[in-house]
């Protein structure tokens, strides 16, 4: 409908998730009416990001350089890893400056359907870091979904491998699933209630 | 929280409509797991688009060089300006495929609140066309809104002068405010229906 250069790229905009064709014309007609040195440096900040911003060799986390922000920090506890299925995670529970320990990125969950498999994630790498590195604690931060909850399940037993070959393994958590802090119970789901109660604790 | 580079995108991206940093946060980690060479062409149809496209010199819509599809194409006819608010404005006129005349893109409705003086859009531009080419009719197809309203009152007073000073002016119609195709009159609001009725017309 409309000429080649704006067609093409409401064409790249339509990539990014959640954004259909509307949603994609709307950003390129401000992008048209937008000041040239401005659309210059968005095109400019989208090459550096990718020039600069790879993955961390050790957890495999987004990273500027070889190893990303938390493994290059000496202060962080080497002896816990927190395995998340993506980059975006770990920034979520940096977030909430809990955590000190260092993470292992997956690269998403296993699913079959999806010819998600084993080797598809990173799951080689987390059991080489168990049995090279000194780990206490594995803790199992994928998602509440059936695809996380599968993945855990997994982990668990091929990291419990491990341990056994080797003298004495990590201890393998998961995190908890419950209600949410500040929701009421008559709006929670039966499966969040069901979790929530199994997971009770003596107070 | 990320990375300079990563953080630098996300500002990016952010400046797009409707778009805050959870969704920049979205796009950005899309993107710097895809293929370098696929971010590459991202921006690259983003400058290129920007440096292809500019807009009319004759209706101010968009245009890949000096006049726009519609005013390049010989078969429309001139004596018909349909004046719109944005150049989306003309692209979703085009798809219906009903209007065979030329356009003129005001770049916006008049809104003294944001500042939006008759001198911020081409309503200069309009009476100079008016005045000097043969029009016949101009059919003010601005938004159902406040704004929109006000901008097509001020137009046909200014139109209507024109066409004093010279011979015999242009017509000045309206577009029709009404019900939408395949809507329900308990669904209609008010003043869409309030329109609808003085606007009926005899079957």
């Known amino acids: ?14 990539r990014l998730p959640g954004v259909g064709r509307k949603t994609a014309e709307r950003y390129v007609f401000l ?21 600069r911003i790879g993955f961390c060799s050790r ?5 500027e350089g070889e190893l990303c922000r938390v493994c290059a920090n000496p202060q962080r ?4 890893i927190c395995v998340v299925e993506t980059p975006r995670d770990v920034a979520s529970l940096e977030r909430t400056q809990q955590f000190r320990g260092l993470y292992h990125v997956l690269g998403g969950a296993l699913s079959p359907i999806d010819g998600i498999t084993p080797e ?12 090279s590195e000194d780990v206490r604690e594995v803790i199992l931060c994928t998602n509440q979904t059936v ?17 056994e070959a080797g ?29 929530a109660l199994a997971g009770r604790r003596s107070i």
Do not use: W
């Open 167 to 195: 003298t004495d393994g990590p201890t393998i958590t998961r995190i908890a699933s419950g209600l949410p802090v500040g929701s009421d119970l008559d709006f929670a789901d039966d499966a969040t209630l069901t979790r």
């Open 120 to 131: 598809r994630l990173t799951i080689a790498s987390l059991v080489d870091r168990v049995r």
């Open 147 to 163: 695809d996380g909850d599968a993945t855990a399940s997994y982990l668990a037993r091929e990291l419990a491998a491990v341990a």
């Open 31 to 51: 992008l048209l009416s937008a000041d040239e040195t401005d659309v210059r440096r968005f095109a400019e900040a989208m090459l550096h990001m990718k020039e």
């Open 59 to 63: 957890c495999h986390n987004i990273a």
């Open 77 to 80: 506890d080497a002896g816990v």
């Open 1 to 14: 409908v409309h000429e080649r250069p704006v067609e093409d790229l409401i064409d790249e905009f339509q």
